[in-house]
């Protein structure tokens, strides 16, 4: 443990939780990083031998967060945990570099019998409230696991993993997903929180109209190129900037329509013909 890891620590909250507000509130109030300071002192401990004090100082952290992390258990740096409760941390397990688990996460073995048994997360690894990885599998660079799954298996670098029992829902993004990645930042939408193939019908409509909108885009172009080729200069002024203002508030009406119908799939009977 040194006093850079534990600095690191404290800036990786500010990075993760727009929440944070300065650096007196994170040290005294945030269980997660308490927690990991703890960690950090009984993996010291425990890598000398003091096991006994190591455990006694992890279960004093559990006591006092609600978190759970076995001393022998290896953890990279700025590892940061969000609310915390409820997340267990097994001795076997590794966590690499700038990982983020939330509430309610386990890192569980599956077997009883010694040696390596718990998951191992690479770097860049984002586990939602209440998801379990069990057993000695690899979470790949970068992945991504929804809240509430439950994953026993390998997980490759990028993807996003959901449900019971996890499956992949987010593979490598492909030419269609960067074309309406470049259109929502233009228009100022994000379907936050959103993978492309969950059940969201407002979210899918949109996603419709900026496709409809690249392609009208496209063929402008195309039209203002005919016209410039035959010495024609009315499609070389600037186009108006779009008023970010508008679209906050379209983003804003979307969400409480989510809220409203709780992002439910419309039945078959109800989506329009």
Not at 75 to 102: K, Q, S, W
Request: proline residues 4%; glycine residues 10%.
């Amino acid at each position: 443990m040194s006093i850079r890891h534990i600095r690191e620590d404290v800036a990786c909250v500010f990075e993760r939780d727009p929440a944070a507000r300065n650096t007196f509130e994170v040290v005294t109030t945030y269980p997660g990083l308490h927690a990991i300071i703890h960690y950090r002192l009984a993996n010291w401990l425990w890598r000398r031998s003091f096991k006994w004090l190591a455990r006694f100082l992890s279960t004093f952290s559990r006591w006092m967060t609600g978190i759970e992390i076995h001393p022998g258990a290896t953890i990279g740096r700025r590892f940061f945990i969000d609310h915390g409760m409820g997340v267990v941390i097994g001795e076997t397990a590794e966590i690499g570099d700038d990982c983020t688990l939330y509430h309610g996460v386990t890192l569980g073995g599956t077997s009883w019998n010694k040696g390596k048994r718990h998951p191992t997360l690479k770097d860049g690894v984002v586990v939602g409230a209440g998801a379990k990885v069990l057993g000695p599998i690899v979470v790949g660079d970068n992945a991504r696991i929804g809240s509430n799954a439950v994953v026993t298996k390998e997980v490759p670098d990028g993807v996003t993993v959901v449900g019971i029992p996890g499956r992949i829902v987010r593979k490598t993004t492909t030419e269609q997903d960067d074309r309406r990645r470049a259109m929502a930042e233009k228009i100022g939408f994000d379907a936050y929180g959103m993978a492309d193939e969950m059940p969201d019908p407002i979210a899918r409509s949109i996603y419709n109209m900026m496709d409809h909108m690249h392609a009208v885009d496209r063929k402008i172009d195309t039209m203002c190129k005919a016209l410039h080729d035959l010495g024609d200069r009315s499609c070389d002024e600037a186009l108006p900037e779009l008023e970010k203002e508008t679209f906050v508030s379209l983003t804003e009406s979307v969400q409480e329509l989510q809220q409203a119908y709780g992002n439910q799939v419309m039945p078959d009977d109800d989506k329009p013909s």
